[in-house]
T-cell receptor
Framework: GAVVSQHPSRVICKSGTSVKIECRSL??????MFWYRQFPKKSLMLMAT?????????EQGVEKDKFLINHASLTLSTLTVTSAHPEDSSFYIC????????????FGPGTRLTVT | KNQVEQSPQSLIILEGKNCTLQ??????????LRWYKQDTGRGPVSLTI?????NTKSNGRYTATLDADTKQSSLHITASQLSDSASYIC????????????FGAGTRLAVHP
């Protein structure tokens, strides 16, 4: 089956610093990747949609300068949280949609970000 | 407004028992409905996916049903195991806008020995 990985799985950073999260599709090409945020005991909230080679589309209320997304290749998208604040602490999950077949979305295992 | 509502919010059952989780949606136009299992601290894993023409879909001890007329779905878990403890999320694809996924809030299931 299709596998999506995220790195790191956990990260702790200090306020004011930036942190980068990688999302990779390991065995398929993904023209579209999605970034979600999940608060404790809540469901996933779509932050942005990224298409390979073009600018990401952000959902209403998500600051594009705060959450930088780069979809550099058909297998890699990155989310950079800039000038992190404690309220950015959350669980970030990516998903990738394949270029063929059912075009199912496959989710990564998530990254737990803690900003101190 | 496109929404997905799940019930109950949380559920505790004893190992070996069956349970049924509910999902009601108002998403239109509708492409498909998925049930995901999400373990704590992990990403969602797909259990079933159904289009509007499908009434039931099974995956091992998981059986999902869909009534597209009443816009209701259920996920039935048979002979529960401790490893079934997780959140179960109902997700409906909104086909009117780039196939956007509309997530329910999930049902947190705890299976006790």
């Amino acid at each position: 089956g299709a596998v999506v990985s995220q790195h790191p799985s956990r990260v702790i950073c200090k306020s004011g610093t930036s942190v980068k999260i990688e999302c990779r599709s390991l065995d398929f090409q993904a023209t579209t990747m999605f970034w979600y945020r999940q608060f404790p005991k809540k469901s996933l909230m779509l932050m942005a949609t990224s298409n390979e080679g073009s600018k990401a589309t952000y959902e209403q209320g998500v600051e594009k300068d705060k959450f930088l997304i780069n979809h550099a290749s058909l297998t890699l998208s990155t989310l950079t949280v800039t000038s992190a604040h404690p309220e950015d602490s959350s669980f970030y999950i990516c998903s990738a949609k394949g270029t063929s077949g059912t075009r199912e979305q496959y989710f990564g295992p998530g990254t737990r970000l803690t900003v101190t | 407004k496109n929404q997905v509502e799940q019930s109950p919010q949380s559920l505790i059952i004893l190992e070996g028992k069956n349970c049924t989780l509910q999902c009601n949606y108002t998403v239109s136009p509708f492409s498909n409905l998925r049930w995901y299992k999400q373990d704590t601290g992990r990403g969602p894993v797909s259990l079933t996916i159904m289009t509007f023409s499908e009434n039931t879909k099974s995956n091992g001890r998981y059986t999902a049903t869909l009534d597209a007329d009443t816009k209701q779905s259920s996920l039935h878990i048979t002979a529960s195991q401790l490893s079934d403890s997780a959140s179960y999320i109902c997700v409906v694809t909104f086909s009117g806008g780039y196939n956007k996924l509309i997530f329910g809030a999930g049902t947190r299931l705890a299976v006790h020995p």
